[in-house]
């Protein structure tokens, strides 16, 4: 009974490569969200999604794409990979987009770029 | 970039109570002040938040200041499962201001 998954915990793959990490909410939250966590530790948004709909979107590389093909879900889709790619992915929902909405994270997916 | 200040790390007996501070002096009026921990490499857990008053829950209580400027976040009973990087962090807004900023946060260790 995950609130939040994401599949898979650990990808490695080679430089180049195409791939793509799956998120799940079973908690009928309205909004989700990618975050990207660097080998400092440092944390960062990289989408958001309401709806469907994206409505956050910081400086990413457009290699990065996220699709969301119901509420429950947002995949994370990255092309032509690089070693600086390589990092902690997390996944997060939300019910709303407000300042009163927490957010539940899930698991993470550490991806590495050989 | 983050609002908030944070001490970078801070000890804890276990049992005792842990008292993590955060400055955000440049608040505005519709942020609310939140806090997230992190244990090891796992996704970031959600504590507690607050607008103005006082809040308490099953796991912390956050104290804020009248003028709002700083907070402190509260584990009343530290234990060593508590040992994580805590975030204090100052959300609000809609649409594109509405989102996450995540400092360097605090790392709390709770030692026997």
């Known amino acids: 009974d995950t609130a939040v998954s994401q599949t898979p915990k650990y990808l490695v793959t080679q430089m180049g490569n195409d791939k793509s990490i799956k998120c799940e909410q079973n908690l009928g939250h309205d909004t989700m969200y990618w975050y990207k966590q660097d080998s400092k530790k440092f944390l960062k948004i990289m989408f958001s999604y309401n709806n469907k709909e994206l409505i956050i979107n910081e400086t990413v590389p457009n290699r990065f794409s996220p699709k969301s093909p119901d509420k429950a879900h947002l995949n994370l889709h990255i092309n032509s990979l690089e070693l600086g790619d390589s990092a902690v992915y997390f996944c997060?929902?939300?019910?709303?987009?407000?300042?009163?909405?927490?957010?539940?994270f899930g698991p993470g997916t550490r991806l590495t770029v050989l | 970039d983050a609002k908030t200040t944070q001490p970078p790390s801070m000890d804890c007996a276990e049992g005792r109570a842990a008292n993590l501070p955060c400055n955000h002096s440049?608040?505005?009026?519709?942020?609310?002040v939140y806090w997230y921990r992190q244990i090891h490499s796992q996704g970031p857990q959600y504590i507690i938040h607050g607008l103005k008053n006082n809040e308490t829950n099953e796991m912390a209580s956050l104290i804020i200041t009248e003028d709002r400027k700083s907070s402190t976040l509260i584990l009343p009973h530290a234990t060593l499962r508590d040992t994580a990087v805590y975030y204090c962090i100052v959300f609000g807004g809609t649409g594109t201001a509405s989102k996450l900023t995540f400092g360097t946060g605090t790392r709390l260790q709770v030692t026997l």
């Open positions: 997060a929902s939300s019910q709303g987009w407000t300042g009163s909405d927490e957010q539940f």
């Open positions: 440049t608040i505005s009026g519709n942020e609310y």
